[in-house]
């Protein structure tokens, strides 16, 4: 069984940076693309970013709202996934996921969050 | 403001059928696929549908998907009290090279 296992969330002032972890197990992990998704208090899912396995380019991309704040990162040989926040803002409060992804074609192009964490809390807030 | 539009909420009684839309454009539904996640409360969100119309294994098949266009709807038959929960559509968007989520829809099980 896949899981997935977020930590080190917590309370950061505007401006602060903080270092969010995912440590999985159940998979190959090296194959895995992986995202972080979150969710802000009463509100709905946004995807933060993801990361491509490294026989895939090993490429990130990221959502409009977090590019040149926040960076993905992976450690293949500990299994785990890594997200930088730097220049922290009240907006960026929320519940961040960690998932495993899965893309392909079909008759179409599919892209989806197939594991989900069950996430670590951020607040920015002074 | 989300990419995919879904209605805020739908109802229906026990043992009903309900369904939800979630409607989009050409950069992601009507080029890509959809998937659906359920949301109970106070727990992460779980795939129920991807590929538009394919159910992960241990997803009963009360739940069915289906894309027309750039539109996709979630069908759920014989509605339990322990469906209600929030629903998120979710598709890939090329134009914003990113993941896009409906604003997710409440069902309550009246």
């Known amino acids: 069984e896949v899981q997935l296992v977020e930590s080190g969330g917590g309370l950061v002032k505007p401006g602060g940076s903080l270092r969010l972890s995912c440590a999985a197990s159940?998979?190959?992990?090296?194959?895995?693309?992986m995202s972080w998704v979150r969710q802000a208090p009463g509100k709905g899912l946004e995807w933060v970013g993801h990361v491509k396995s490294k026989a895939d380019g090993g490429t990130t991309g990221y959502a409009a709202p977090v590019k040149g704040r926040f960076t993905i990162s992976r450690d293949d040989s500990k299994r785990m996934l890594y997200l930088q926040m730097d220049s922290l803002r009240t907006e960026d409060t929320a519940v961040y996921y960690c998932t495993t992804d899965r893309a392909d074609y079909g008759r179409w192009y599919y892209y989806y969050m197939d594991v989900w964490g069950k996430g670590t809390s951020v607040t920015v807030s002074s | 403001q989300s990419v995919l539009t879904q209605p805020p909420s739908v109802s229906a009684a026990p043992r009903q059928k309900v369904t939800i839309s979630c409607s989009g454009g050409s950069s992601n539904i009507e080029n890509y696929s959809v998937s659906w996640y359920r949301q109970l409360p106070g727990t992460a969100p779980k795939v129920l549908i991807y590929?538009?119309?394919k159910r992960p294994s241990g997803i009963p098949d009360r739940f069915s998907g289906s894309k027309s266009g750039a539109s996709a709807t979630l069908d759920i038959t014989g509605l339990q009290t322990g469906d209600e929960a929030d629903y998120y559509c979710?598709?890939?968007?090329?134009?914003?090279?990113?993941?896009?989520f409906g604003g997710g829809t409440k069902l309550t099980v009246l």
């Open positions: 159940g998979l190959t992990f090296s194959d895995a693309w």
């Open positions: 590929d538009n119309d």
């Open positions: 979710g598709s890939w968007d090329d134009s914003l090279r990113a993941v896009v």
